[in-house]
């Protein structure tokens, strides 16, 4: 089986089909930007573009990082936050707030035999004090998560066991196999 990825982003594309290939799902990469509308919630973005997108088995991945003490924000804003305040001005904002928990959103959207799907998956955890580790990308270097004391950017292996992403795809997974039987 194979499955068309849309994404612009290389760190997302590697962490996916190196988990679906584990699955014995065959990802074939397509480079590009899709029409992402402003919506409060991922899954209004994804929805609306992949039912615009005209690729049979494709699908795309959002994905946002929330912080409980400021209501969730960047959340949807997170890939323009990350690439303007950067991993140092999360941490600025949250210079004296003793609440540090915050949660990764994956959102999936899937283009499968005409029919499209949405699939989400959480990860729970806290914003460490300092950036930390140097595998992973994006706010790995600032999140720890829950019941374990390391960045996902120094335990890169356990990331790729119980992030917001596996977990989503773990889903998407189910799905396509249980319409190939
Ligand atoms: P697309 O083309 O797939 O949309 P993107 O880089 O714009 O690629 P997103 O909007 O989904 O991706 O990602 C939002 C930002 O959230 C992204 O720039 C990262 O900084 C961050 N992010 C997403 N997933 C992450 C992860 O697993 N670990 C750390 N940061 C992550």
Redesign the pocket.
Known sequence: MKLYF????R???E?VKNFLERHGIKVEWIN???V?IQAEN?EDVVRYAIERINVENSF??????FIKALNGF?G?Y??????TLGLNGILKLLEGIENREAY?V?VIGLKYKSDVKIFKGIVEGYISKEIRGSK?????PI?IPKGYDKT??EDYEL?NRI???VKALEKMIKYVKLLEE
């Open positions: 849309i994404t612009s982003n760190n997302k594309y962490e590009q930007r899709y992402e991922l795309i991945e959002d994905s946002g990082l960047p949807v997170s890939s323009y936050v990350y690439k990764f994956s992973g990308f994006g706010f790995d999140f996902f950017a990331k992030s917001h992403r």
